[in-house]
């Protein structure tokens, strides 16, 4: 392959302390709806649950073959065809390079053409402006503003909802990919499904 390679792998065991280490880092928890220190208890309930559950379903974020962050399908209702993603980066030195946005495309291609489902959600901190324009920058619309949604550092802070259909898809993926392209990510590794 020629250029960055971003791939999305099942959490494994061997990421059982490194995604504690992850979720409870500033850089991540800032940006995250629970505001507390999560302990090794907390952790490993949440670790071991996630596990053989077709509702929810966790990758590691791979840059050339290292792990640098989390991404997450939850709330999958396969009656509905509708899922909430989710990611974060817990390697700072990658952000900003395109990592988030090539993790949140090939998910997308999967979550559309492997899961078939019909519509992506997200909620995101109103003030977490790289994550929401993130999203739209995909195609996402933003459907809903939430008030004072949630309590951060002893604050109430607005949510933003923002929804892509399958059909945004299909018409906004080739202009991600060529900015993808743009920024160095390999074409056969954006466009590679996921391992099953
Ligand atoms: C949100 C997050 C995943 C984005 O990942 P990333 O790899 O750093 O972002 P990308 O490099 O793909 O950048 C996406 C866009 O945001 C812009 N951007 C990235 N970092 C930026 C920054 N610090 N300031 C301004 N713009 C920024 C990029 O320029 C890019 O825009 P472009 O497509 O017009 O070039 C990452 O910042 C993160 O882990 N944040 C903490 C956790 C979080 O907020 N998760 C989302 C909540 S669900």
Known sequence: MTGRVVTLRPVAEGDRARLLTWRNSPQVALYMYSD??????????WFDGIGGRLDRLYWVIELDGEPVGLTSL????RAQGRATIARYLGDLAVRGLGVGAAA????????????????????????????????????????ALLRAHVVKGGL??????????????????????????????DPAGLDAPLPC
């Not at 939850?74 to 209702?77: H, N, P, W």
């Not at 998910?107 to 739209?136: C, I, Q, T």
């Not at 898809?169 to 392209?181: K, Y």
Request: charged share 30%; hydrophobic share 40%.
């Open 36 to 45: 507390h220190e999560i302990g090794q208890a907390e952790h490993d309930r």
């Open 74 to 77: 939850t709330e999958i209702d």
């Open 104 to 143: 949140e495309f090939k998910l997308l291609d999967h979550a559309f053409s492997r899961l078939g489902l019909r519509k992506v959600w997200s909620e995101v901190l109103a003030s977490n402006e790289v994550a929401w324009g993130l999203h739209v920058a995909n195609g996402f619309q933003r459907e």
């Open 156 to 185: 109430p802070q607005d949510v933003i909802g923002l929804g892509l259909l399958a059909q945004d898809w299909v018409e906004r993926r080739p202009e991600a990919r060529e900015r993808l392209i743009g920024k160095g990510y």
